[in-house]
């Protein structure tokens, strides 16, 4: 959990926060850090290795939810305030003399309001530079190979907001979103990630990641516990009041199989047929989609904090 520290002393502007042991001062100190916005607490056993995936965070404005784990022992909890904004992932690589930025992630972190958590449905391309995103990126970079003479790929997630971007998490290698990519382009990624090591020259890795990871499809993925049916498959056509079942896959589709802990859902959507950006606005139509056809139990899952769904126009 010193993560902040080095948002810090990469001189990369960031969210307040605190990091604390979850015992009897843990309610005050939240209400301190949420100060009437709202809190995210991220909970983690002291020395226990980072979660992936959503799991471990909590949100909440106004009551702590009930499912939080408060007998929990040799807990940490890192504590910030609840941010508005596009959950947002910028990748780089730093390389021998210069750090590489990688084409920005919309990342669908979706809050579920009946459990205080979040849904975590996948990363998605942004669809458009953000400088900011990219300063950030440069600067943590540069201050991996100042600091650390790393070499190699890192993440930097956070928040878009209307203030800038404020960074929430770094991570030290490729992440889960390039899994949906050519397995060709991740081999020849992974083969990238061992000669930086090595002070490589890499002058076209940049345009290797954006085969990567811009794409004119998208992919959106959720785990459930419970469904009616063991598999299924159906198309999907986009209207303006969400997505329906279709008899041809007009617009994409959408596959439910057993996975190891319940099923998963998959949507492979076509990007230039959904309604706009960004993604997560219109992803929790598909979770409820999901729910009435397949039986899941995604339950209620909404846009990120402060995106809202325009109304439908009239013609």
């Known amino acids: ?9 990469a001189h990369i502007p960031r969210a307040e926060s605190l990091i604390c042991d979850l015992g009897p001062s843990f309610p005050e100190l939240a209400a301190t850090i949420g100060d009437g916005r709202g809190v995210v607490a991220s909970v983690q056993h002291r020395g226990g290795a980072p979660s992936a995936g959503g799991e471990g965070i909590w ?43 990688f084409p920005p992630l919309e990342l669908l972190s979706l809050p579920r309001p009946d459990r205080g958590t979040f849904l975590w449905a996948g990363a998605v391309p942004l669809g458009r530079t953000e400088p900011e995103l990219e300063k950030a990126a440069r600067r ?5 190979d100042g600091a650390f003479a790393y070499r190699g790929p890192f993440a930097a997630d956070g928040i878009l907001t209307a203030y800038g971007f404020l960074p929430t998490e770094l991570t030290t290698r ?41 794409s004119s499809r998208i992919d959106i ?29 007009v617009h994409g589709h959408m596959t439910l199989r057993p996975w190891v802990r319940g099923w ?40 990120p904090f402060g995106v809202t769904v325009p109304a439908p126009r009239l013609p």
């Open 140 to 144: 943590a970079g540069a201050f991996l």
């Open 174 to 214: 490729l992440t889960s979103a390039f899994e949906g990519s050519d397995p060709f382009v991740r081999v020849m990624l992974h083969a990238a990630t061992i000669l930086a090591r090595e002070n490589a020259d890499l002058p076209a890795i940049e345009e290797l990641a954006a085969a990567a990871l811009t």
């Open 59 to 101: 949100w909440w404005r106004d009551d702590i939810p009930s499912g939080f784990p408060f007998l929990g022992e040799g807990m940490r909890v890192r504590l910030m305030p609840l941010l508005e904004g596009v959950p947002c992932r910028v990748h780089g690589m730093v390389l021998n003399g210069r750090t590489a930025v």
């Open 221 to 249: 993925y959720g785990l459930a516990t419970r469904a009616s049916e063991d598999a299924s498959e159906c198309s999907l056509a986009w209207a303006a009041d969400g997505p329906h079942l279709s008899a041809q896959p």
């Open 264 to 303: 998963q859902l998959h949507a492979r959507l076509n990007l230039a047929d959904l309604p706009g950006r960004p993604v997560g606005m219109y992803a929790p139509q598909l979770f409820a989609l999901a729910d009435k056809t397949f039986g899941t139990d995604f339950g209620t899952v909404t846009p």
């Open 1 to 9: 959990m010193l993560v902040d520290q080095l948002w810090d002393l």
